[in-house]
């Protein structure tokens, strides 16, 4: 007889992302994929995904970085950004997503893999701008890893020509 009281472990609810920076030619880059499948299929997003049952946050950051973009990076390079979970931020449902960033200097090739058709680092101008097809709620990511990992995400024009850092081109 099944315990109508027993709780089932549901697969699914949690996810991770991460936000990995890079630099070329003084420019910040993200790293992004491109999706391979619904939702939000041929969308550029984080690399990531469902944290599996008994994984901890962090081992699956970096088992999803490496699978959908070829990308080795141990864990303690990556930090903690946060935890979110919006409601609606998933059209699957209430998805949960705890996200991490990082820094790598040396901007290494990647590949799409697993449930990415394709990887590349892109300027995070161009990842943040408003006519760029990026899914779920990683444009906000972003954002928000930007601005904590480097200040703010641009300075007023007449400062720009001072060379000031962080400035995101």
Known sequence: ???????RLIRGILTVDVVLFTRRG?????LAVERGKEPFRTALAL????VNPGERTPDAAVR????????????NRLRRLGFY??????????????VYHGYTADAPAV????????????RVAEFLAPETSVAFDHREIVAEATARRFGRLSYPSNHQEQNLSPRIT
């Open 64 to 75: 999803e970085l490496g699978e959908e973009t070829g990308l080795a990076i141990h864990r």
């Open 47 to 50: 690399p990531g995904g469902f």
């Open 26 to 30: 003084g420019r910040l880059f993200v």
């Open 85 to 98: 979970d919006k409601p609606g931020r998933d059209p699957r449902g209430p998805i949960a997503s705890v």
């Open 1 to 7: 007889m099944k315990d109508k009281h027993r709780t």
């Open 111 to 122: 590949r799409g893999a697993g449930d990415a058709q394709a990887a590349r680092w892109l």
